[in-house]
């Protein structure tokens, strides 16, 4: 099994900053990660795919970059809906595995 | 738009076997061979795929629930479901139906990402 591992577990920010989210695998996915993001109550949504494509609708500030073990997401500039948990997910390999998570918080 | 909602009993026992349907509404399950899953999140928010069908009715599953898990599909009645045996406290989570997205190139069909989501129901395994 595949395991991703997110960090930081939590990234506090204030609003205008830059997020940078980093998603690390234990063995290489090529280029087959997405990101996910999730508010209280909600499911998570698609954000990014196979590393670095945006999903429909997804606003240019999420930016994903990286292959191979090393992933990263990037908000240019946090609004406040962006505040939420990340997730990455591999689909290079059964089982389709997640990351932990980091929580993106208001500092 | 595509509607996917979860429907189950809430509290099942441990030992005994848990039931989960997904009713798909606002398209078709019959084309575009997508594929049909279920997610669970426990309540420390991890998440942990579960596994897969298409409408052909192949599955696709985690090994580490393998042997306890049953997914099937209805085109019929637009529905797919989740049987899970044997349930313990470590089952508590919400559980999630989803479906695949057709954005990314095709890999091995179930070798997917997620983009439509139902709401989640809460299950929570307790005497």
């Known amino acids: 099994e595949i395991v991703l591992t997110q960090s930081p577990a939590t990234l506090s920010l204030s609003p205008g900053e830059r997020a940078t989210l980093s998603c690390r695998a234990s063995q290489t996915v090529r280029s087959y990660l997405a990101w996910y993001q999730q508010k209280p109550g909600q499911a998570p949504r698609l954000l990014i795919y196979d590393a670095f494509n945006r999903a429909t609708g997804i606003p240019a500030r999420f930016t994903g970059s990286g292959s191979g073990t090393d992933f990263t997401l990037t908000i240019s500039s946090l609004e406040p809906e962006d505040f939420a948990l990340y997730y990455c997910q591999q689909r290079a390999n059964w089982p389709l595995t997640f990351g932990g998570g980091t929580k993106v918080e208001i500092k | 738009q595509l509607h996917l909602q979860e429907s189950g009993p809430g509290l099942v026992k441990p030992s005994e076997t848990l039931s989960l349907t997904c009713t798909v509404s606002?398209?078709?399950?019959?084309?575009?061979?997508?594929?049909w899953g279920w997610i669970r999140q426990s309540p420390g928010k991890v998440l942990e795929w579960i596994g897969s069908?298409?409408?052909?009715?192949?599955?696709d599953y985690n090994p580490s629930l393998k042997s306890r898990v049953t997914i099937s599909v209805d085109t019929s009645k637009k529905q797919f479901s989740l049987k899970m045996t044997s349930v313990t406290a470590a089952d508590t989570a919400v559980y999630y139906c989803?479906?695949?997205?057709?954005?990314?190139?095709?890999?091995?069909?179930?070798?997917?990402?997620?983009?439509?989501w139902g709401q989640g129901t809460l299950i929570i395994v307790s005497s």
């Open positions: 069908i298409d409408y052909h009715g192949i599955t």
């Open positions: 606002g398209g078709s399950m019959s084309g575009g061979n997508y594929y």
């Open positions: 989803a479906r695949d997205t057709k954005l990314a190139a095709i890999i091995y069909g179930g070798l997917t990402y997620f983009e439509h």
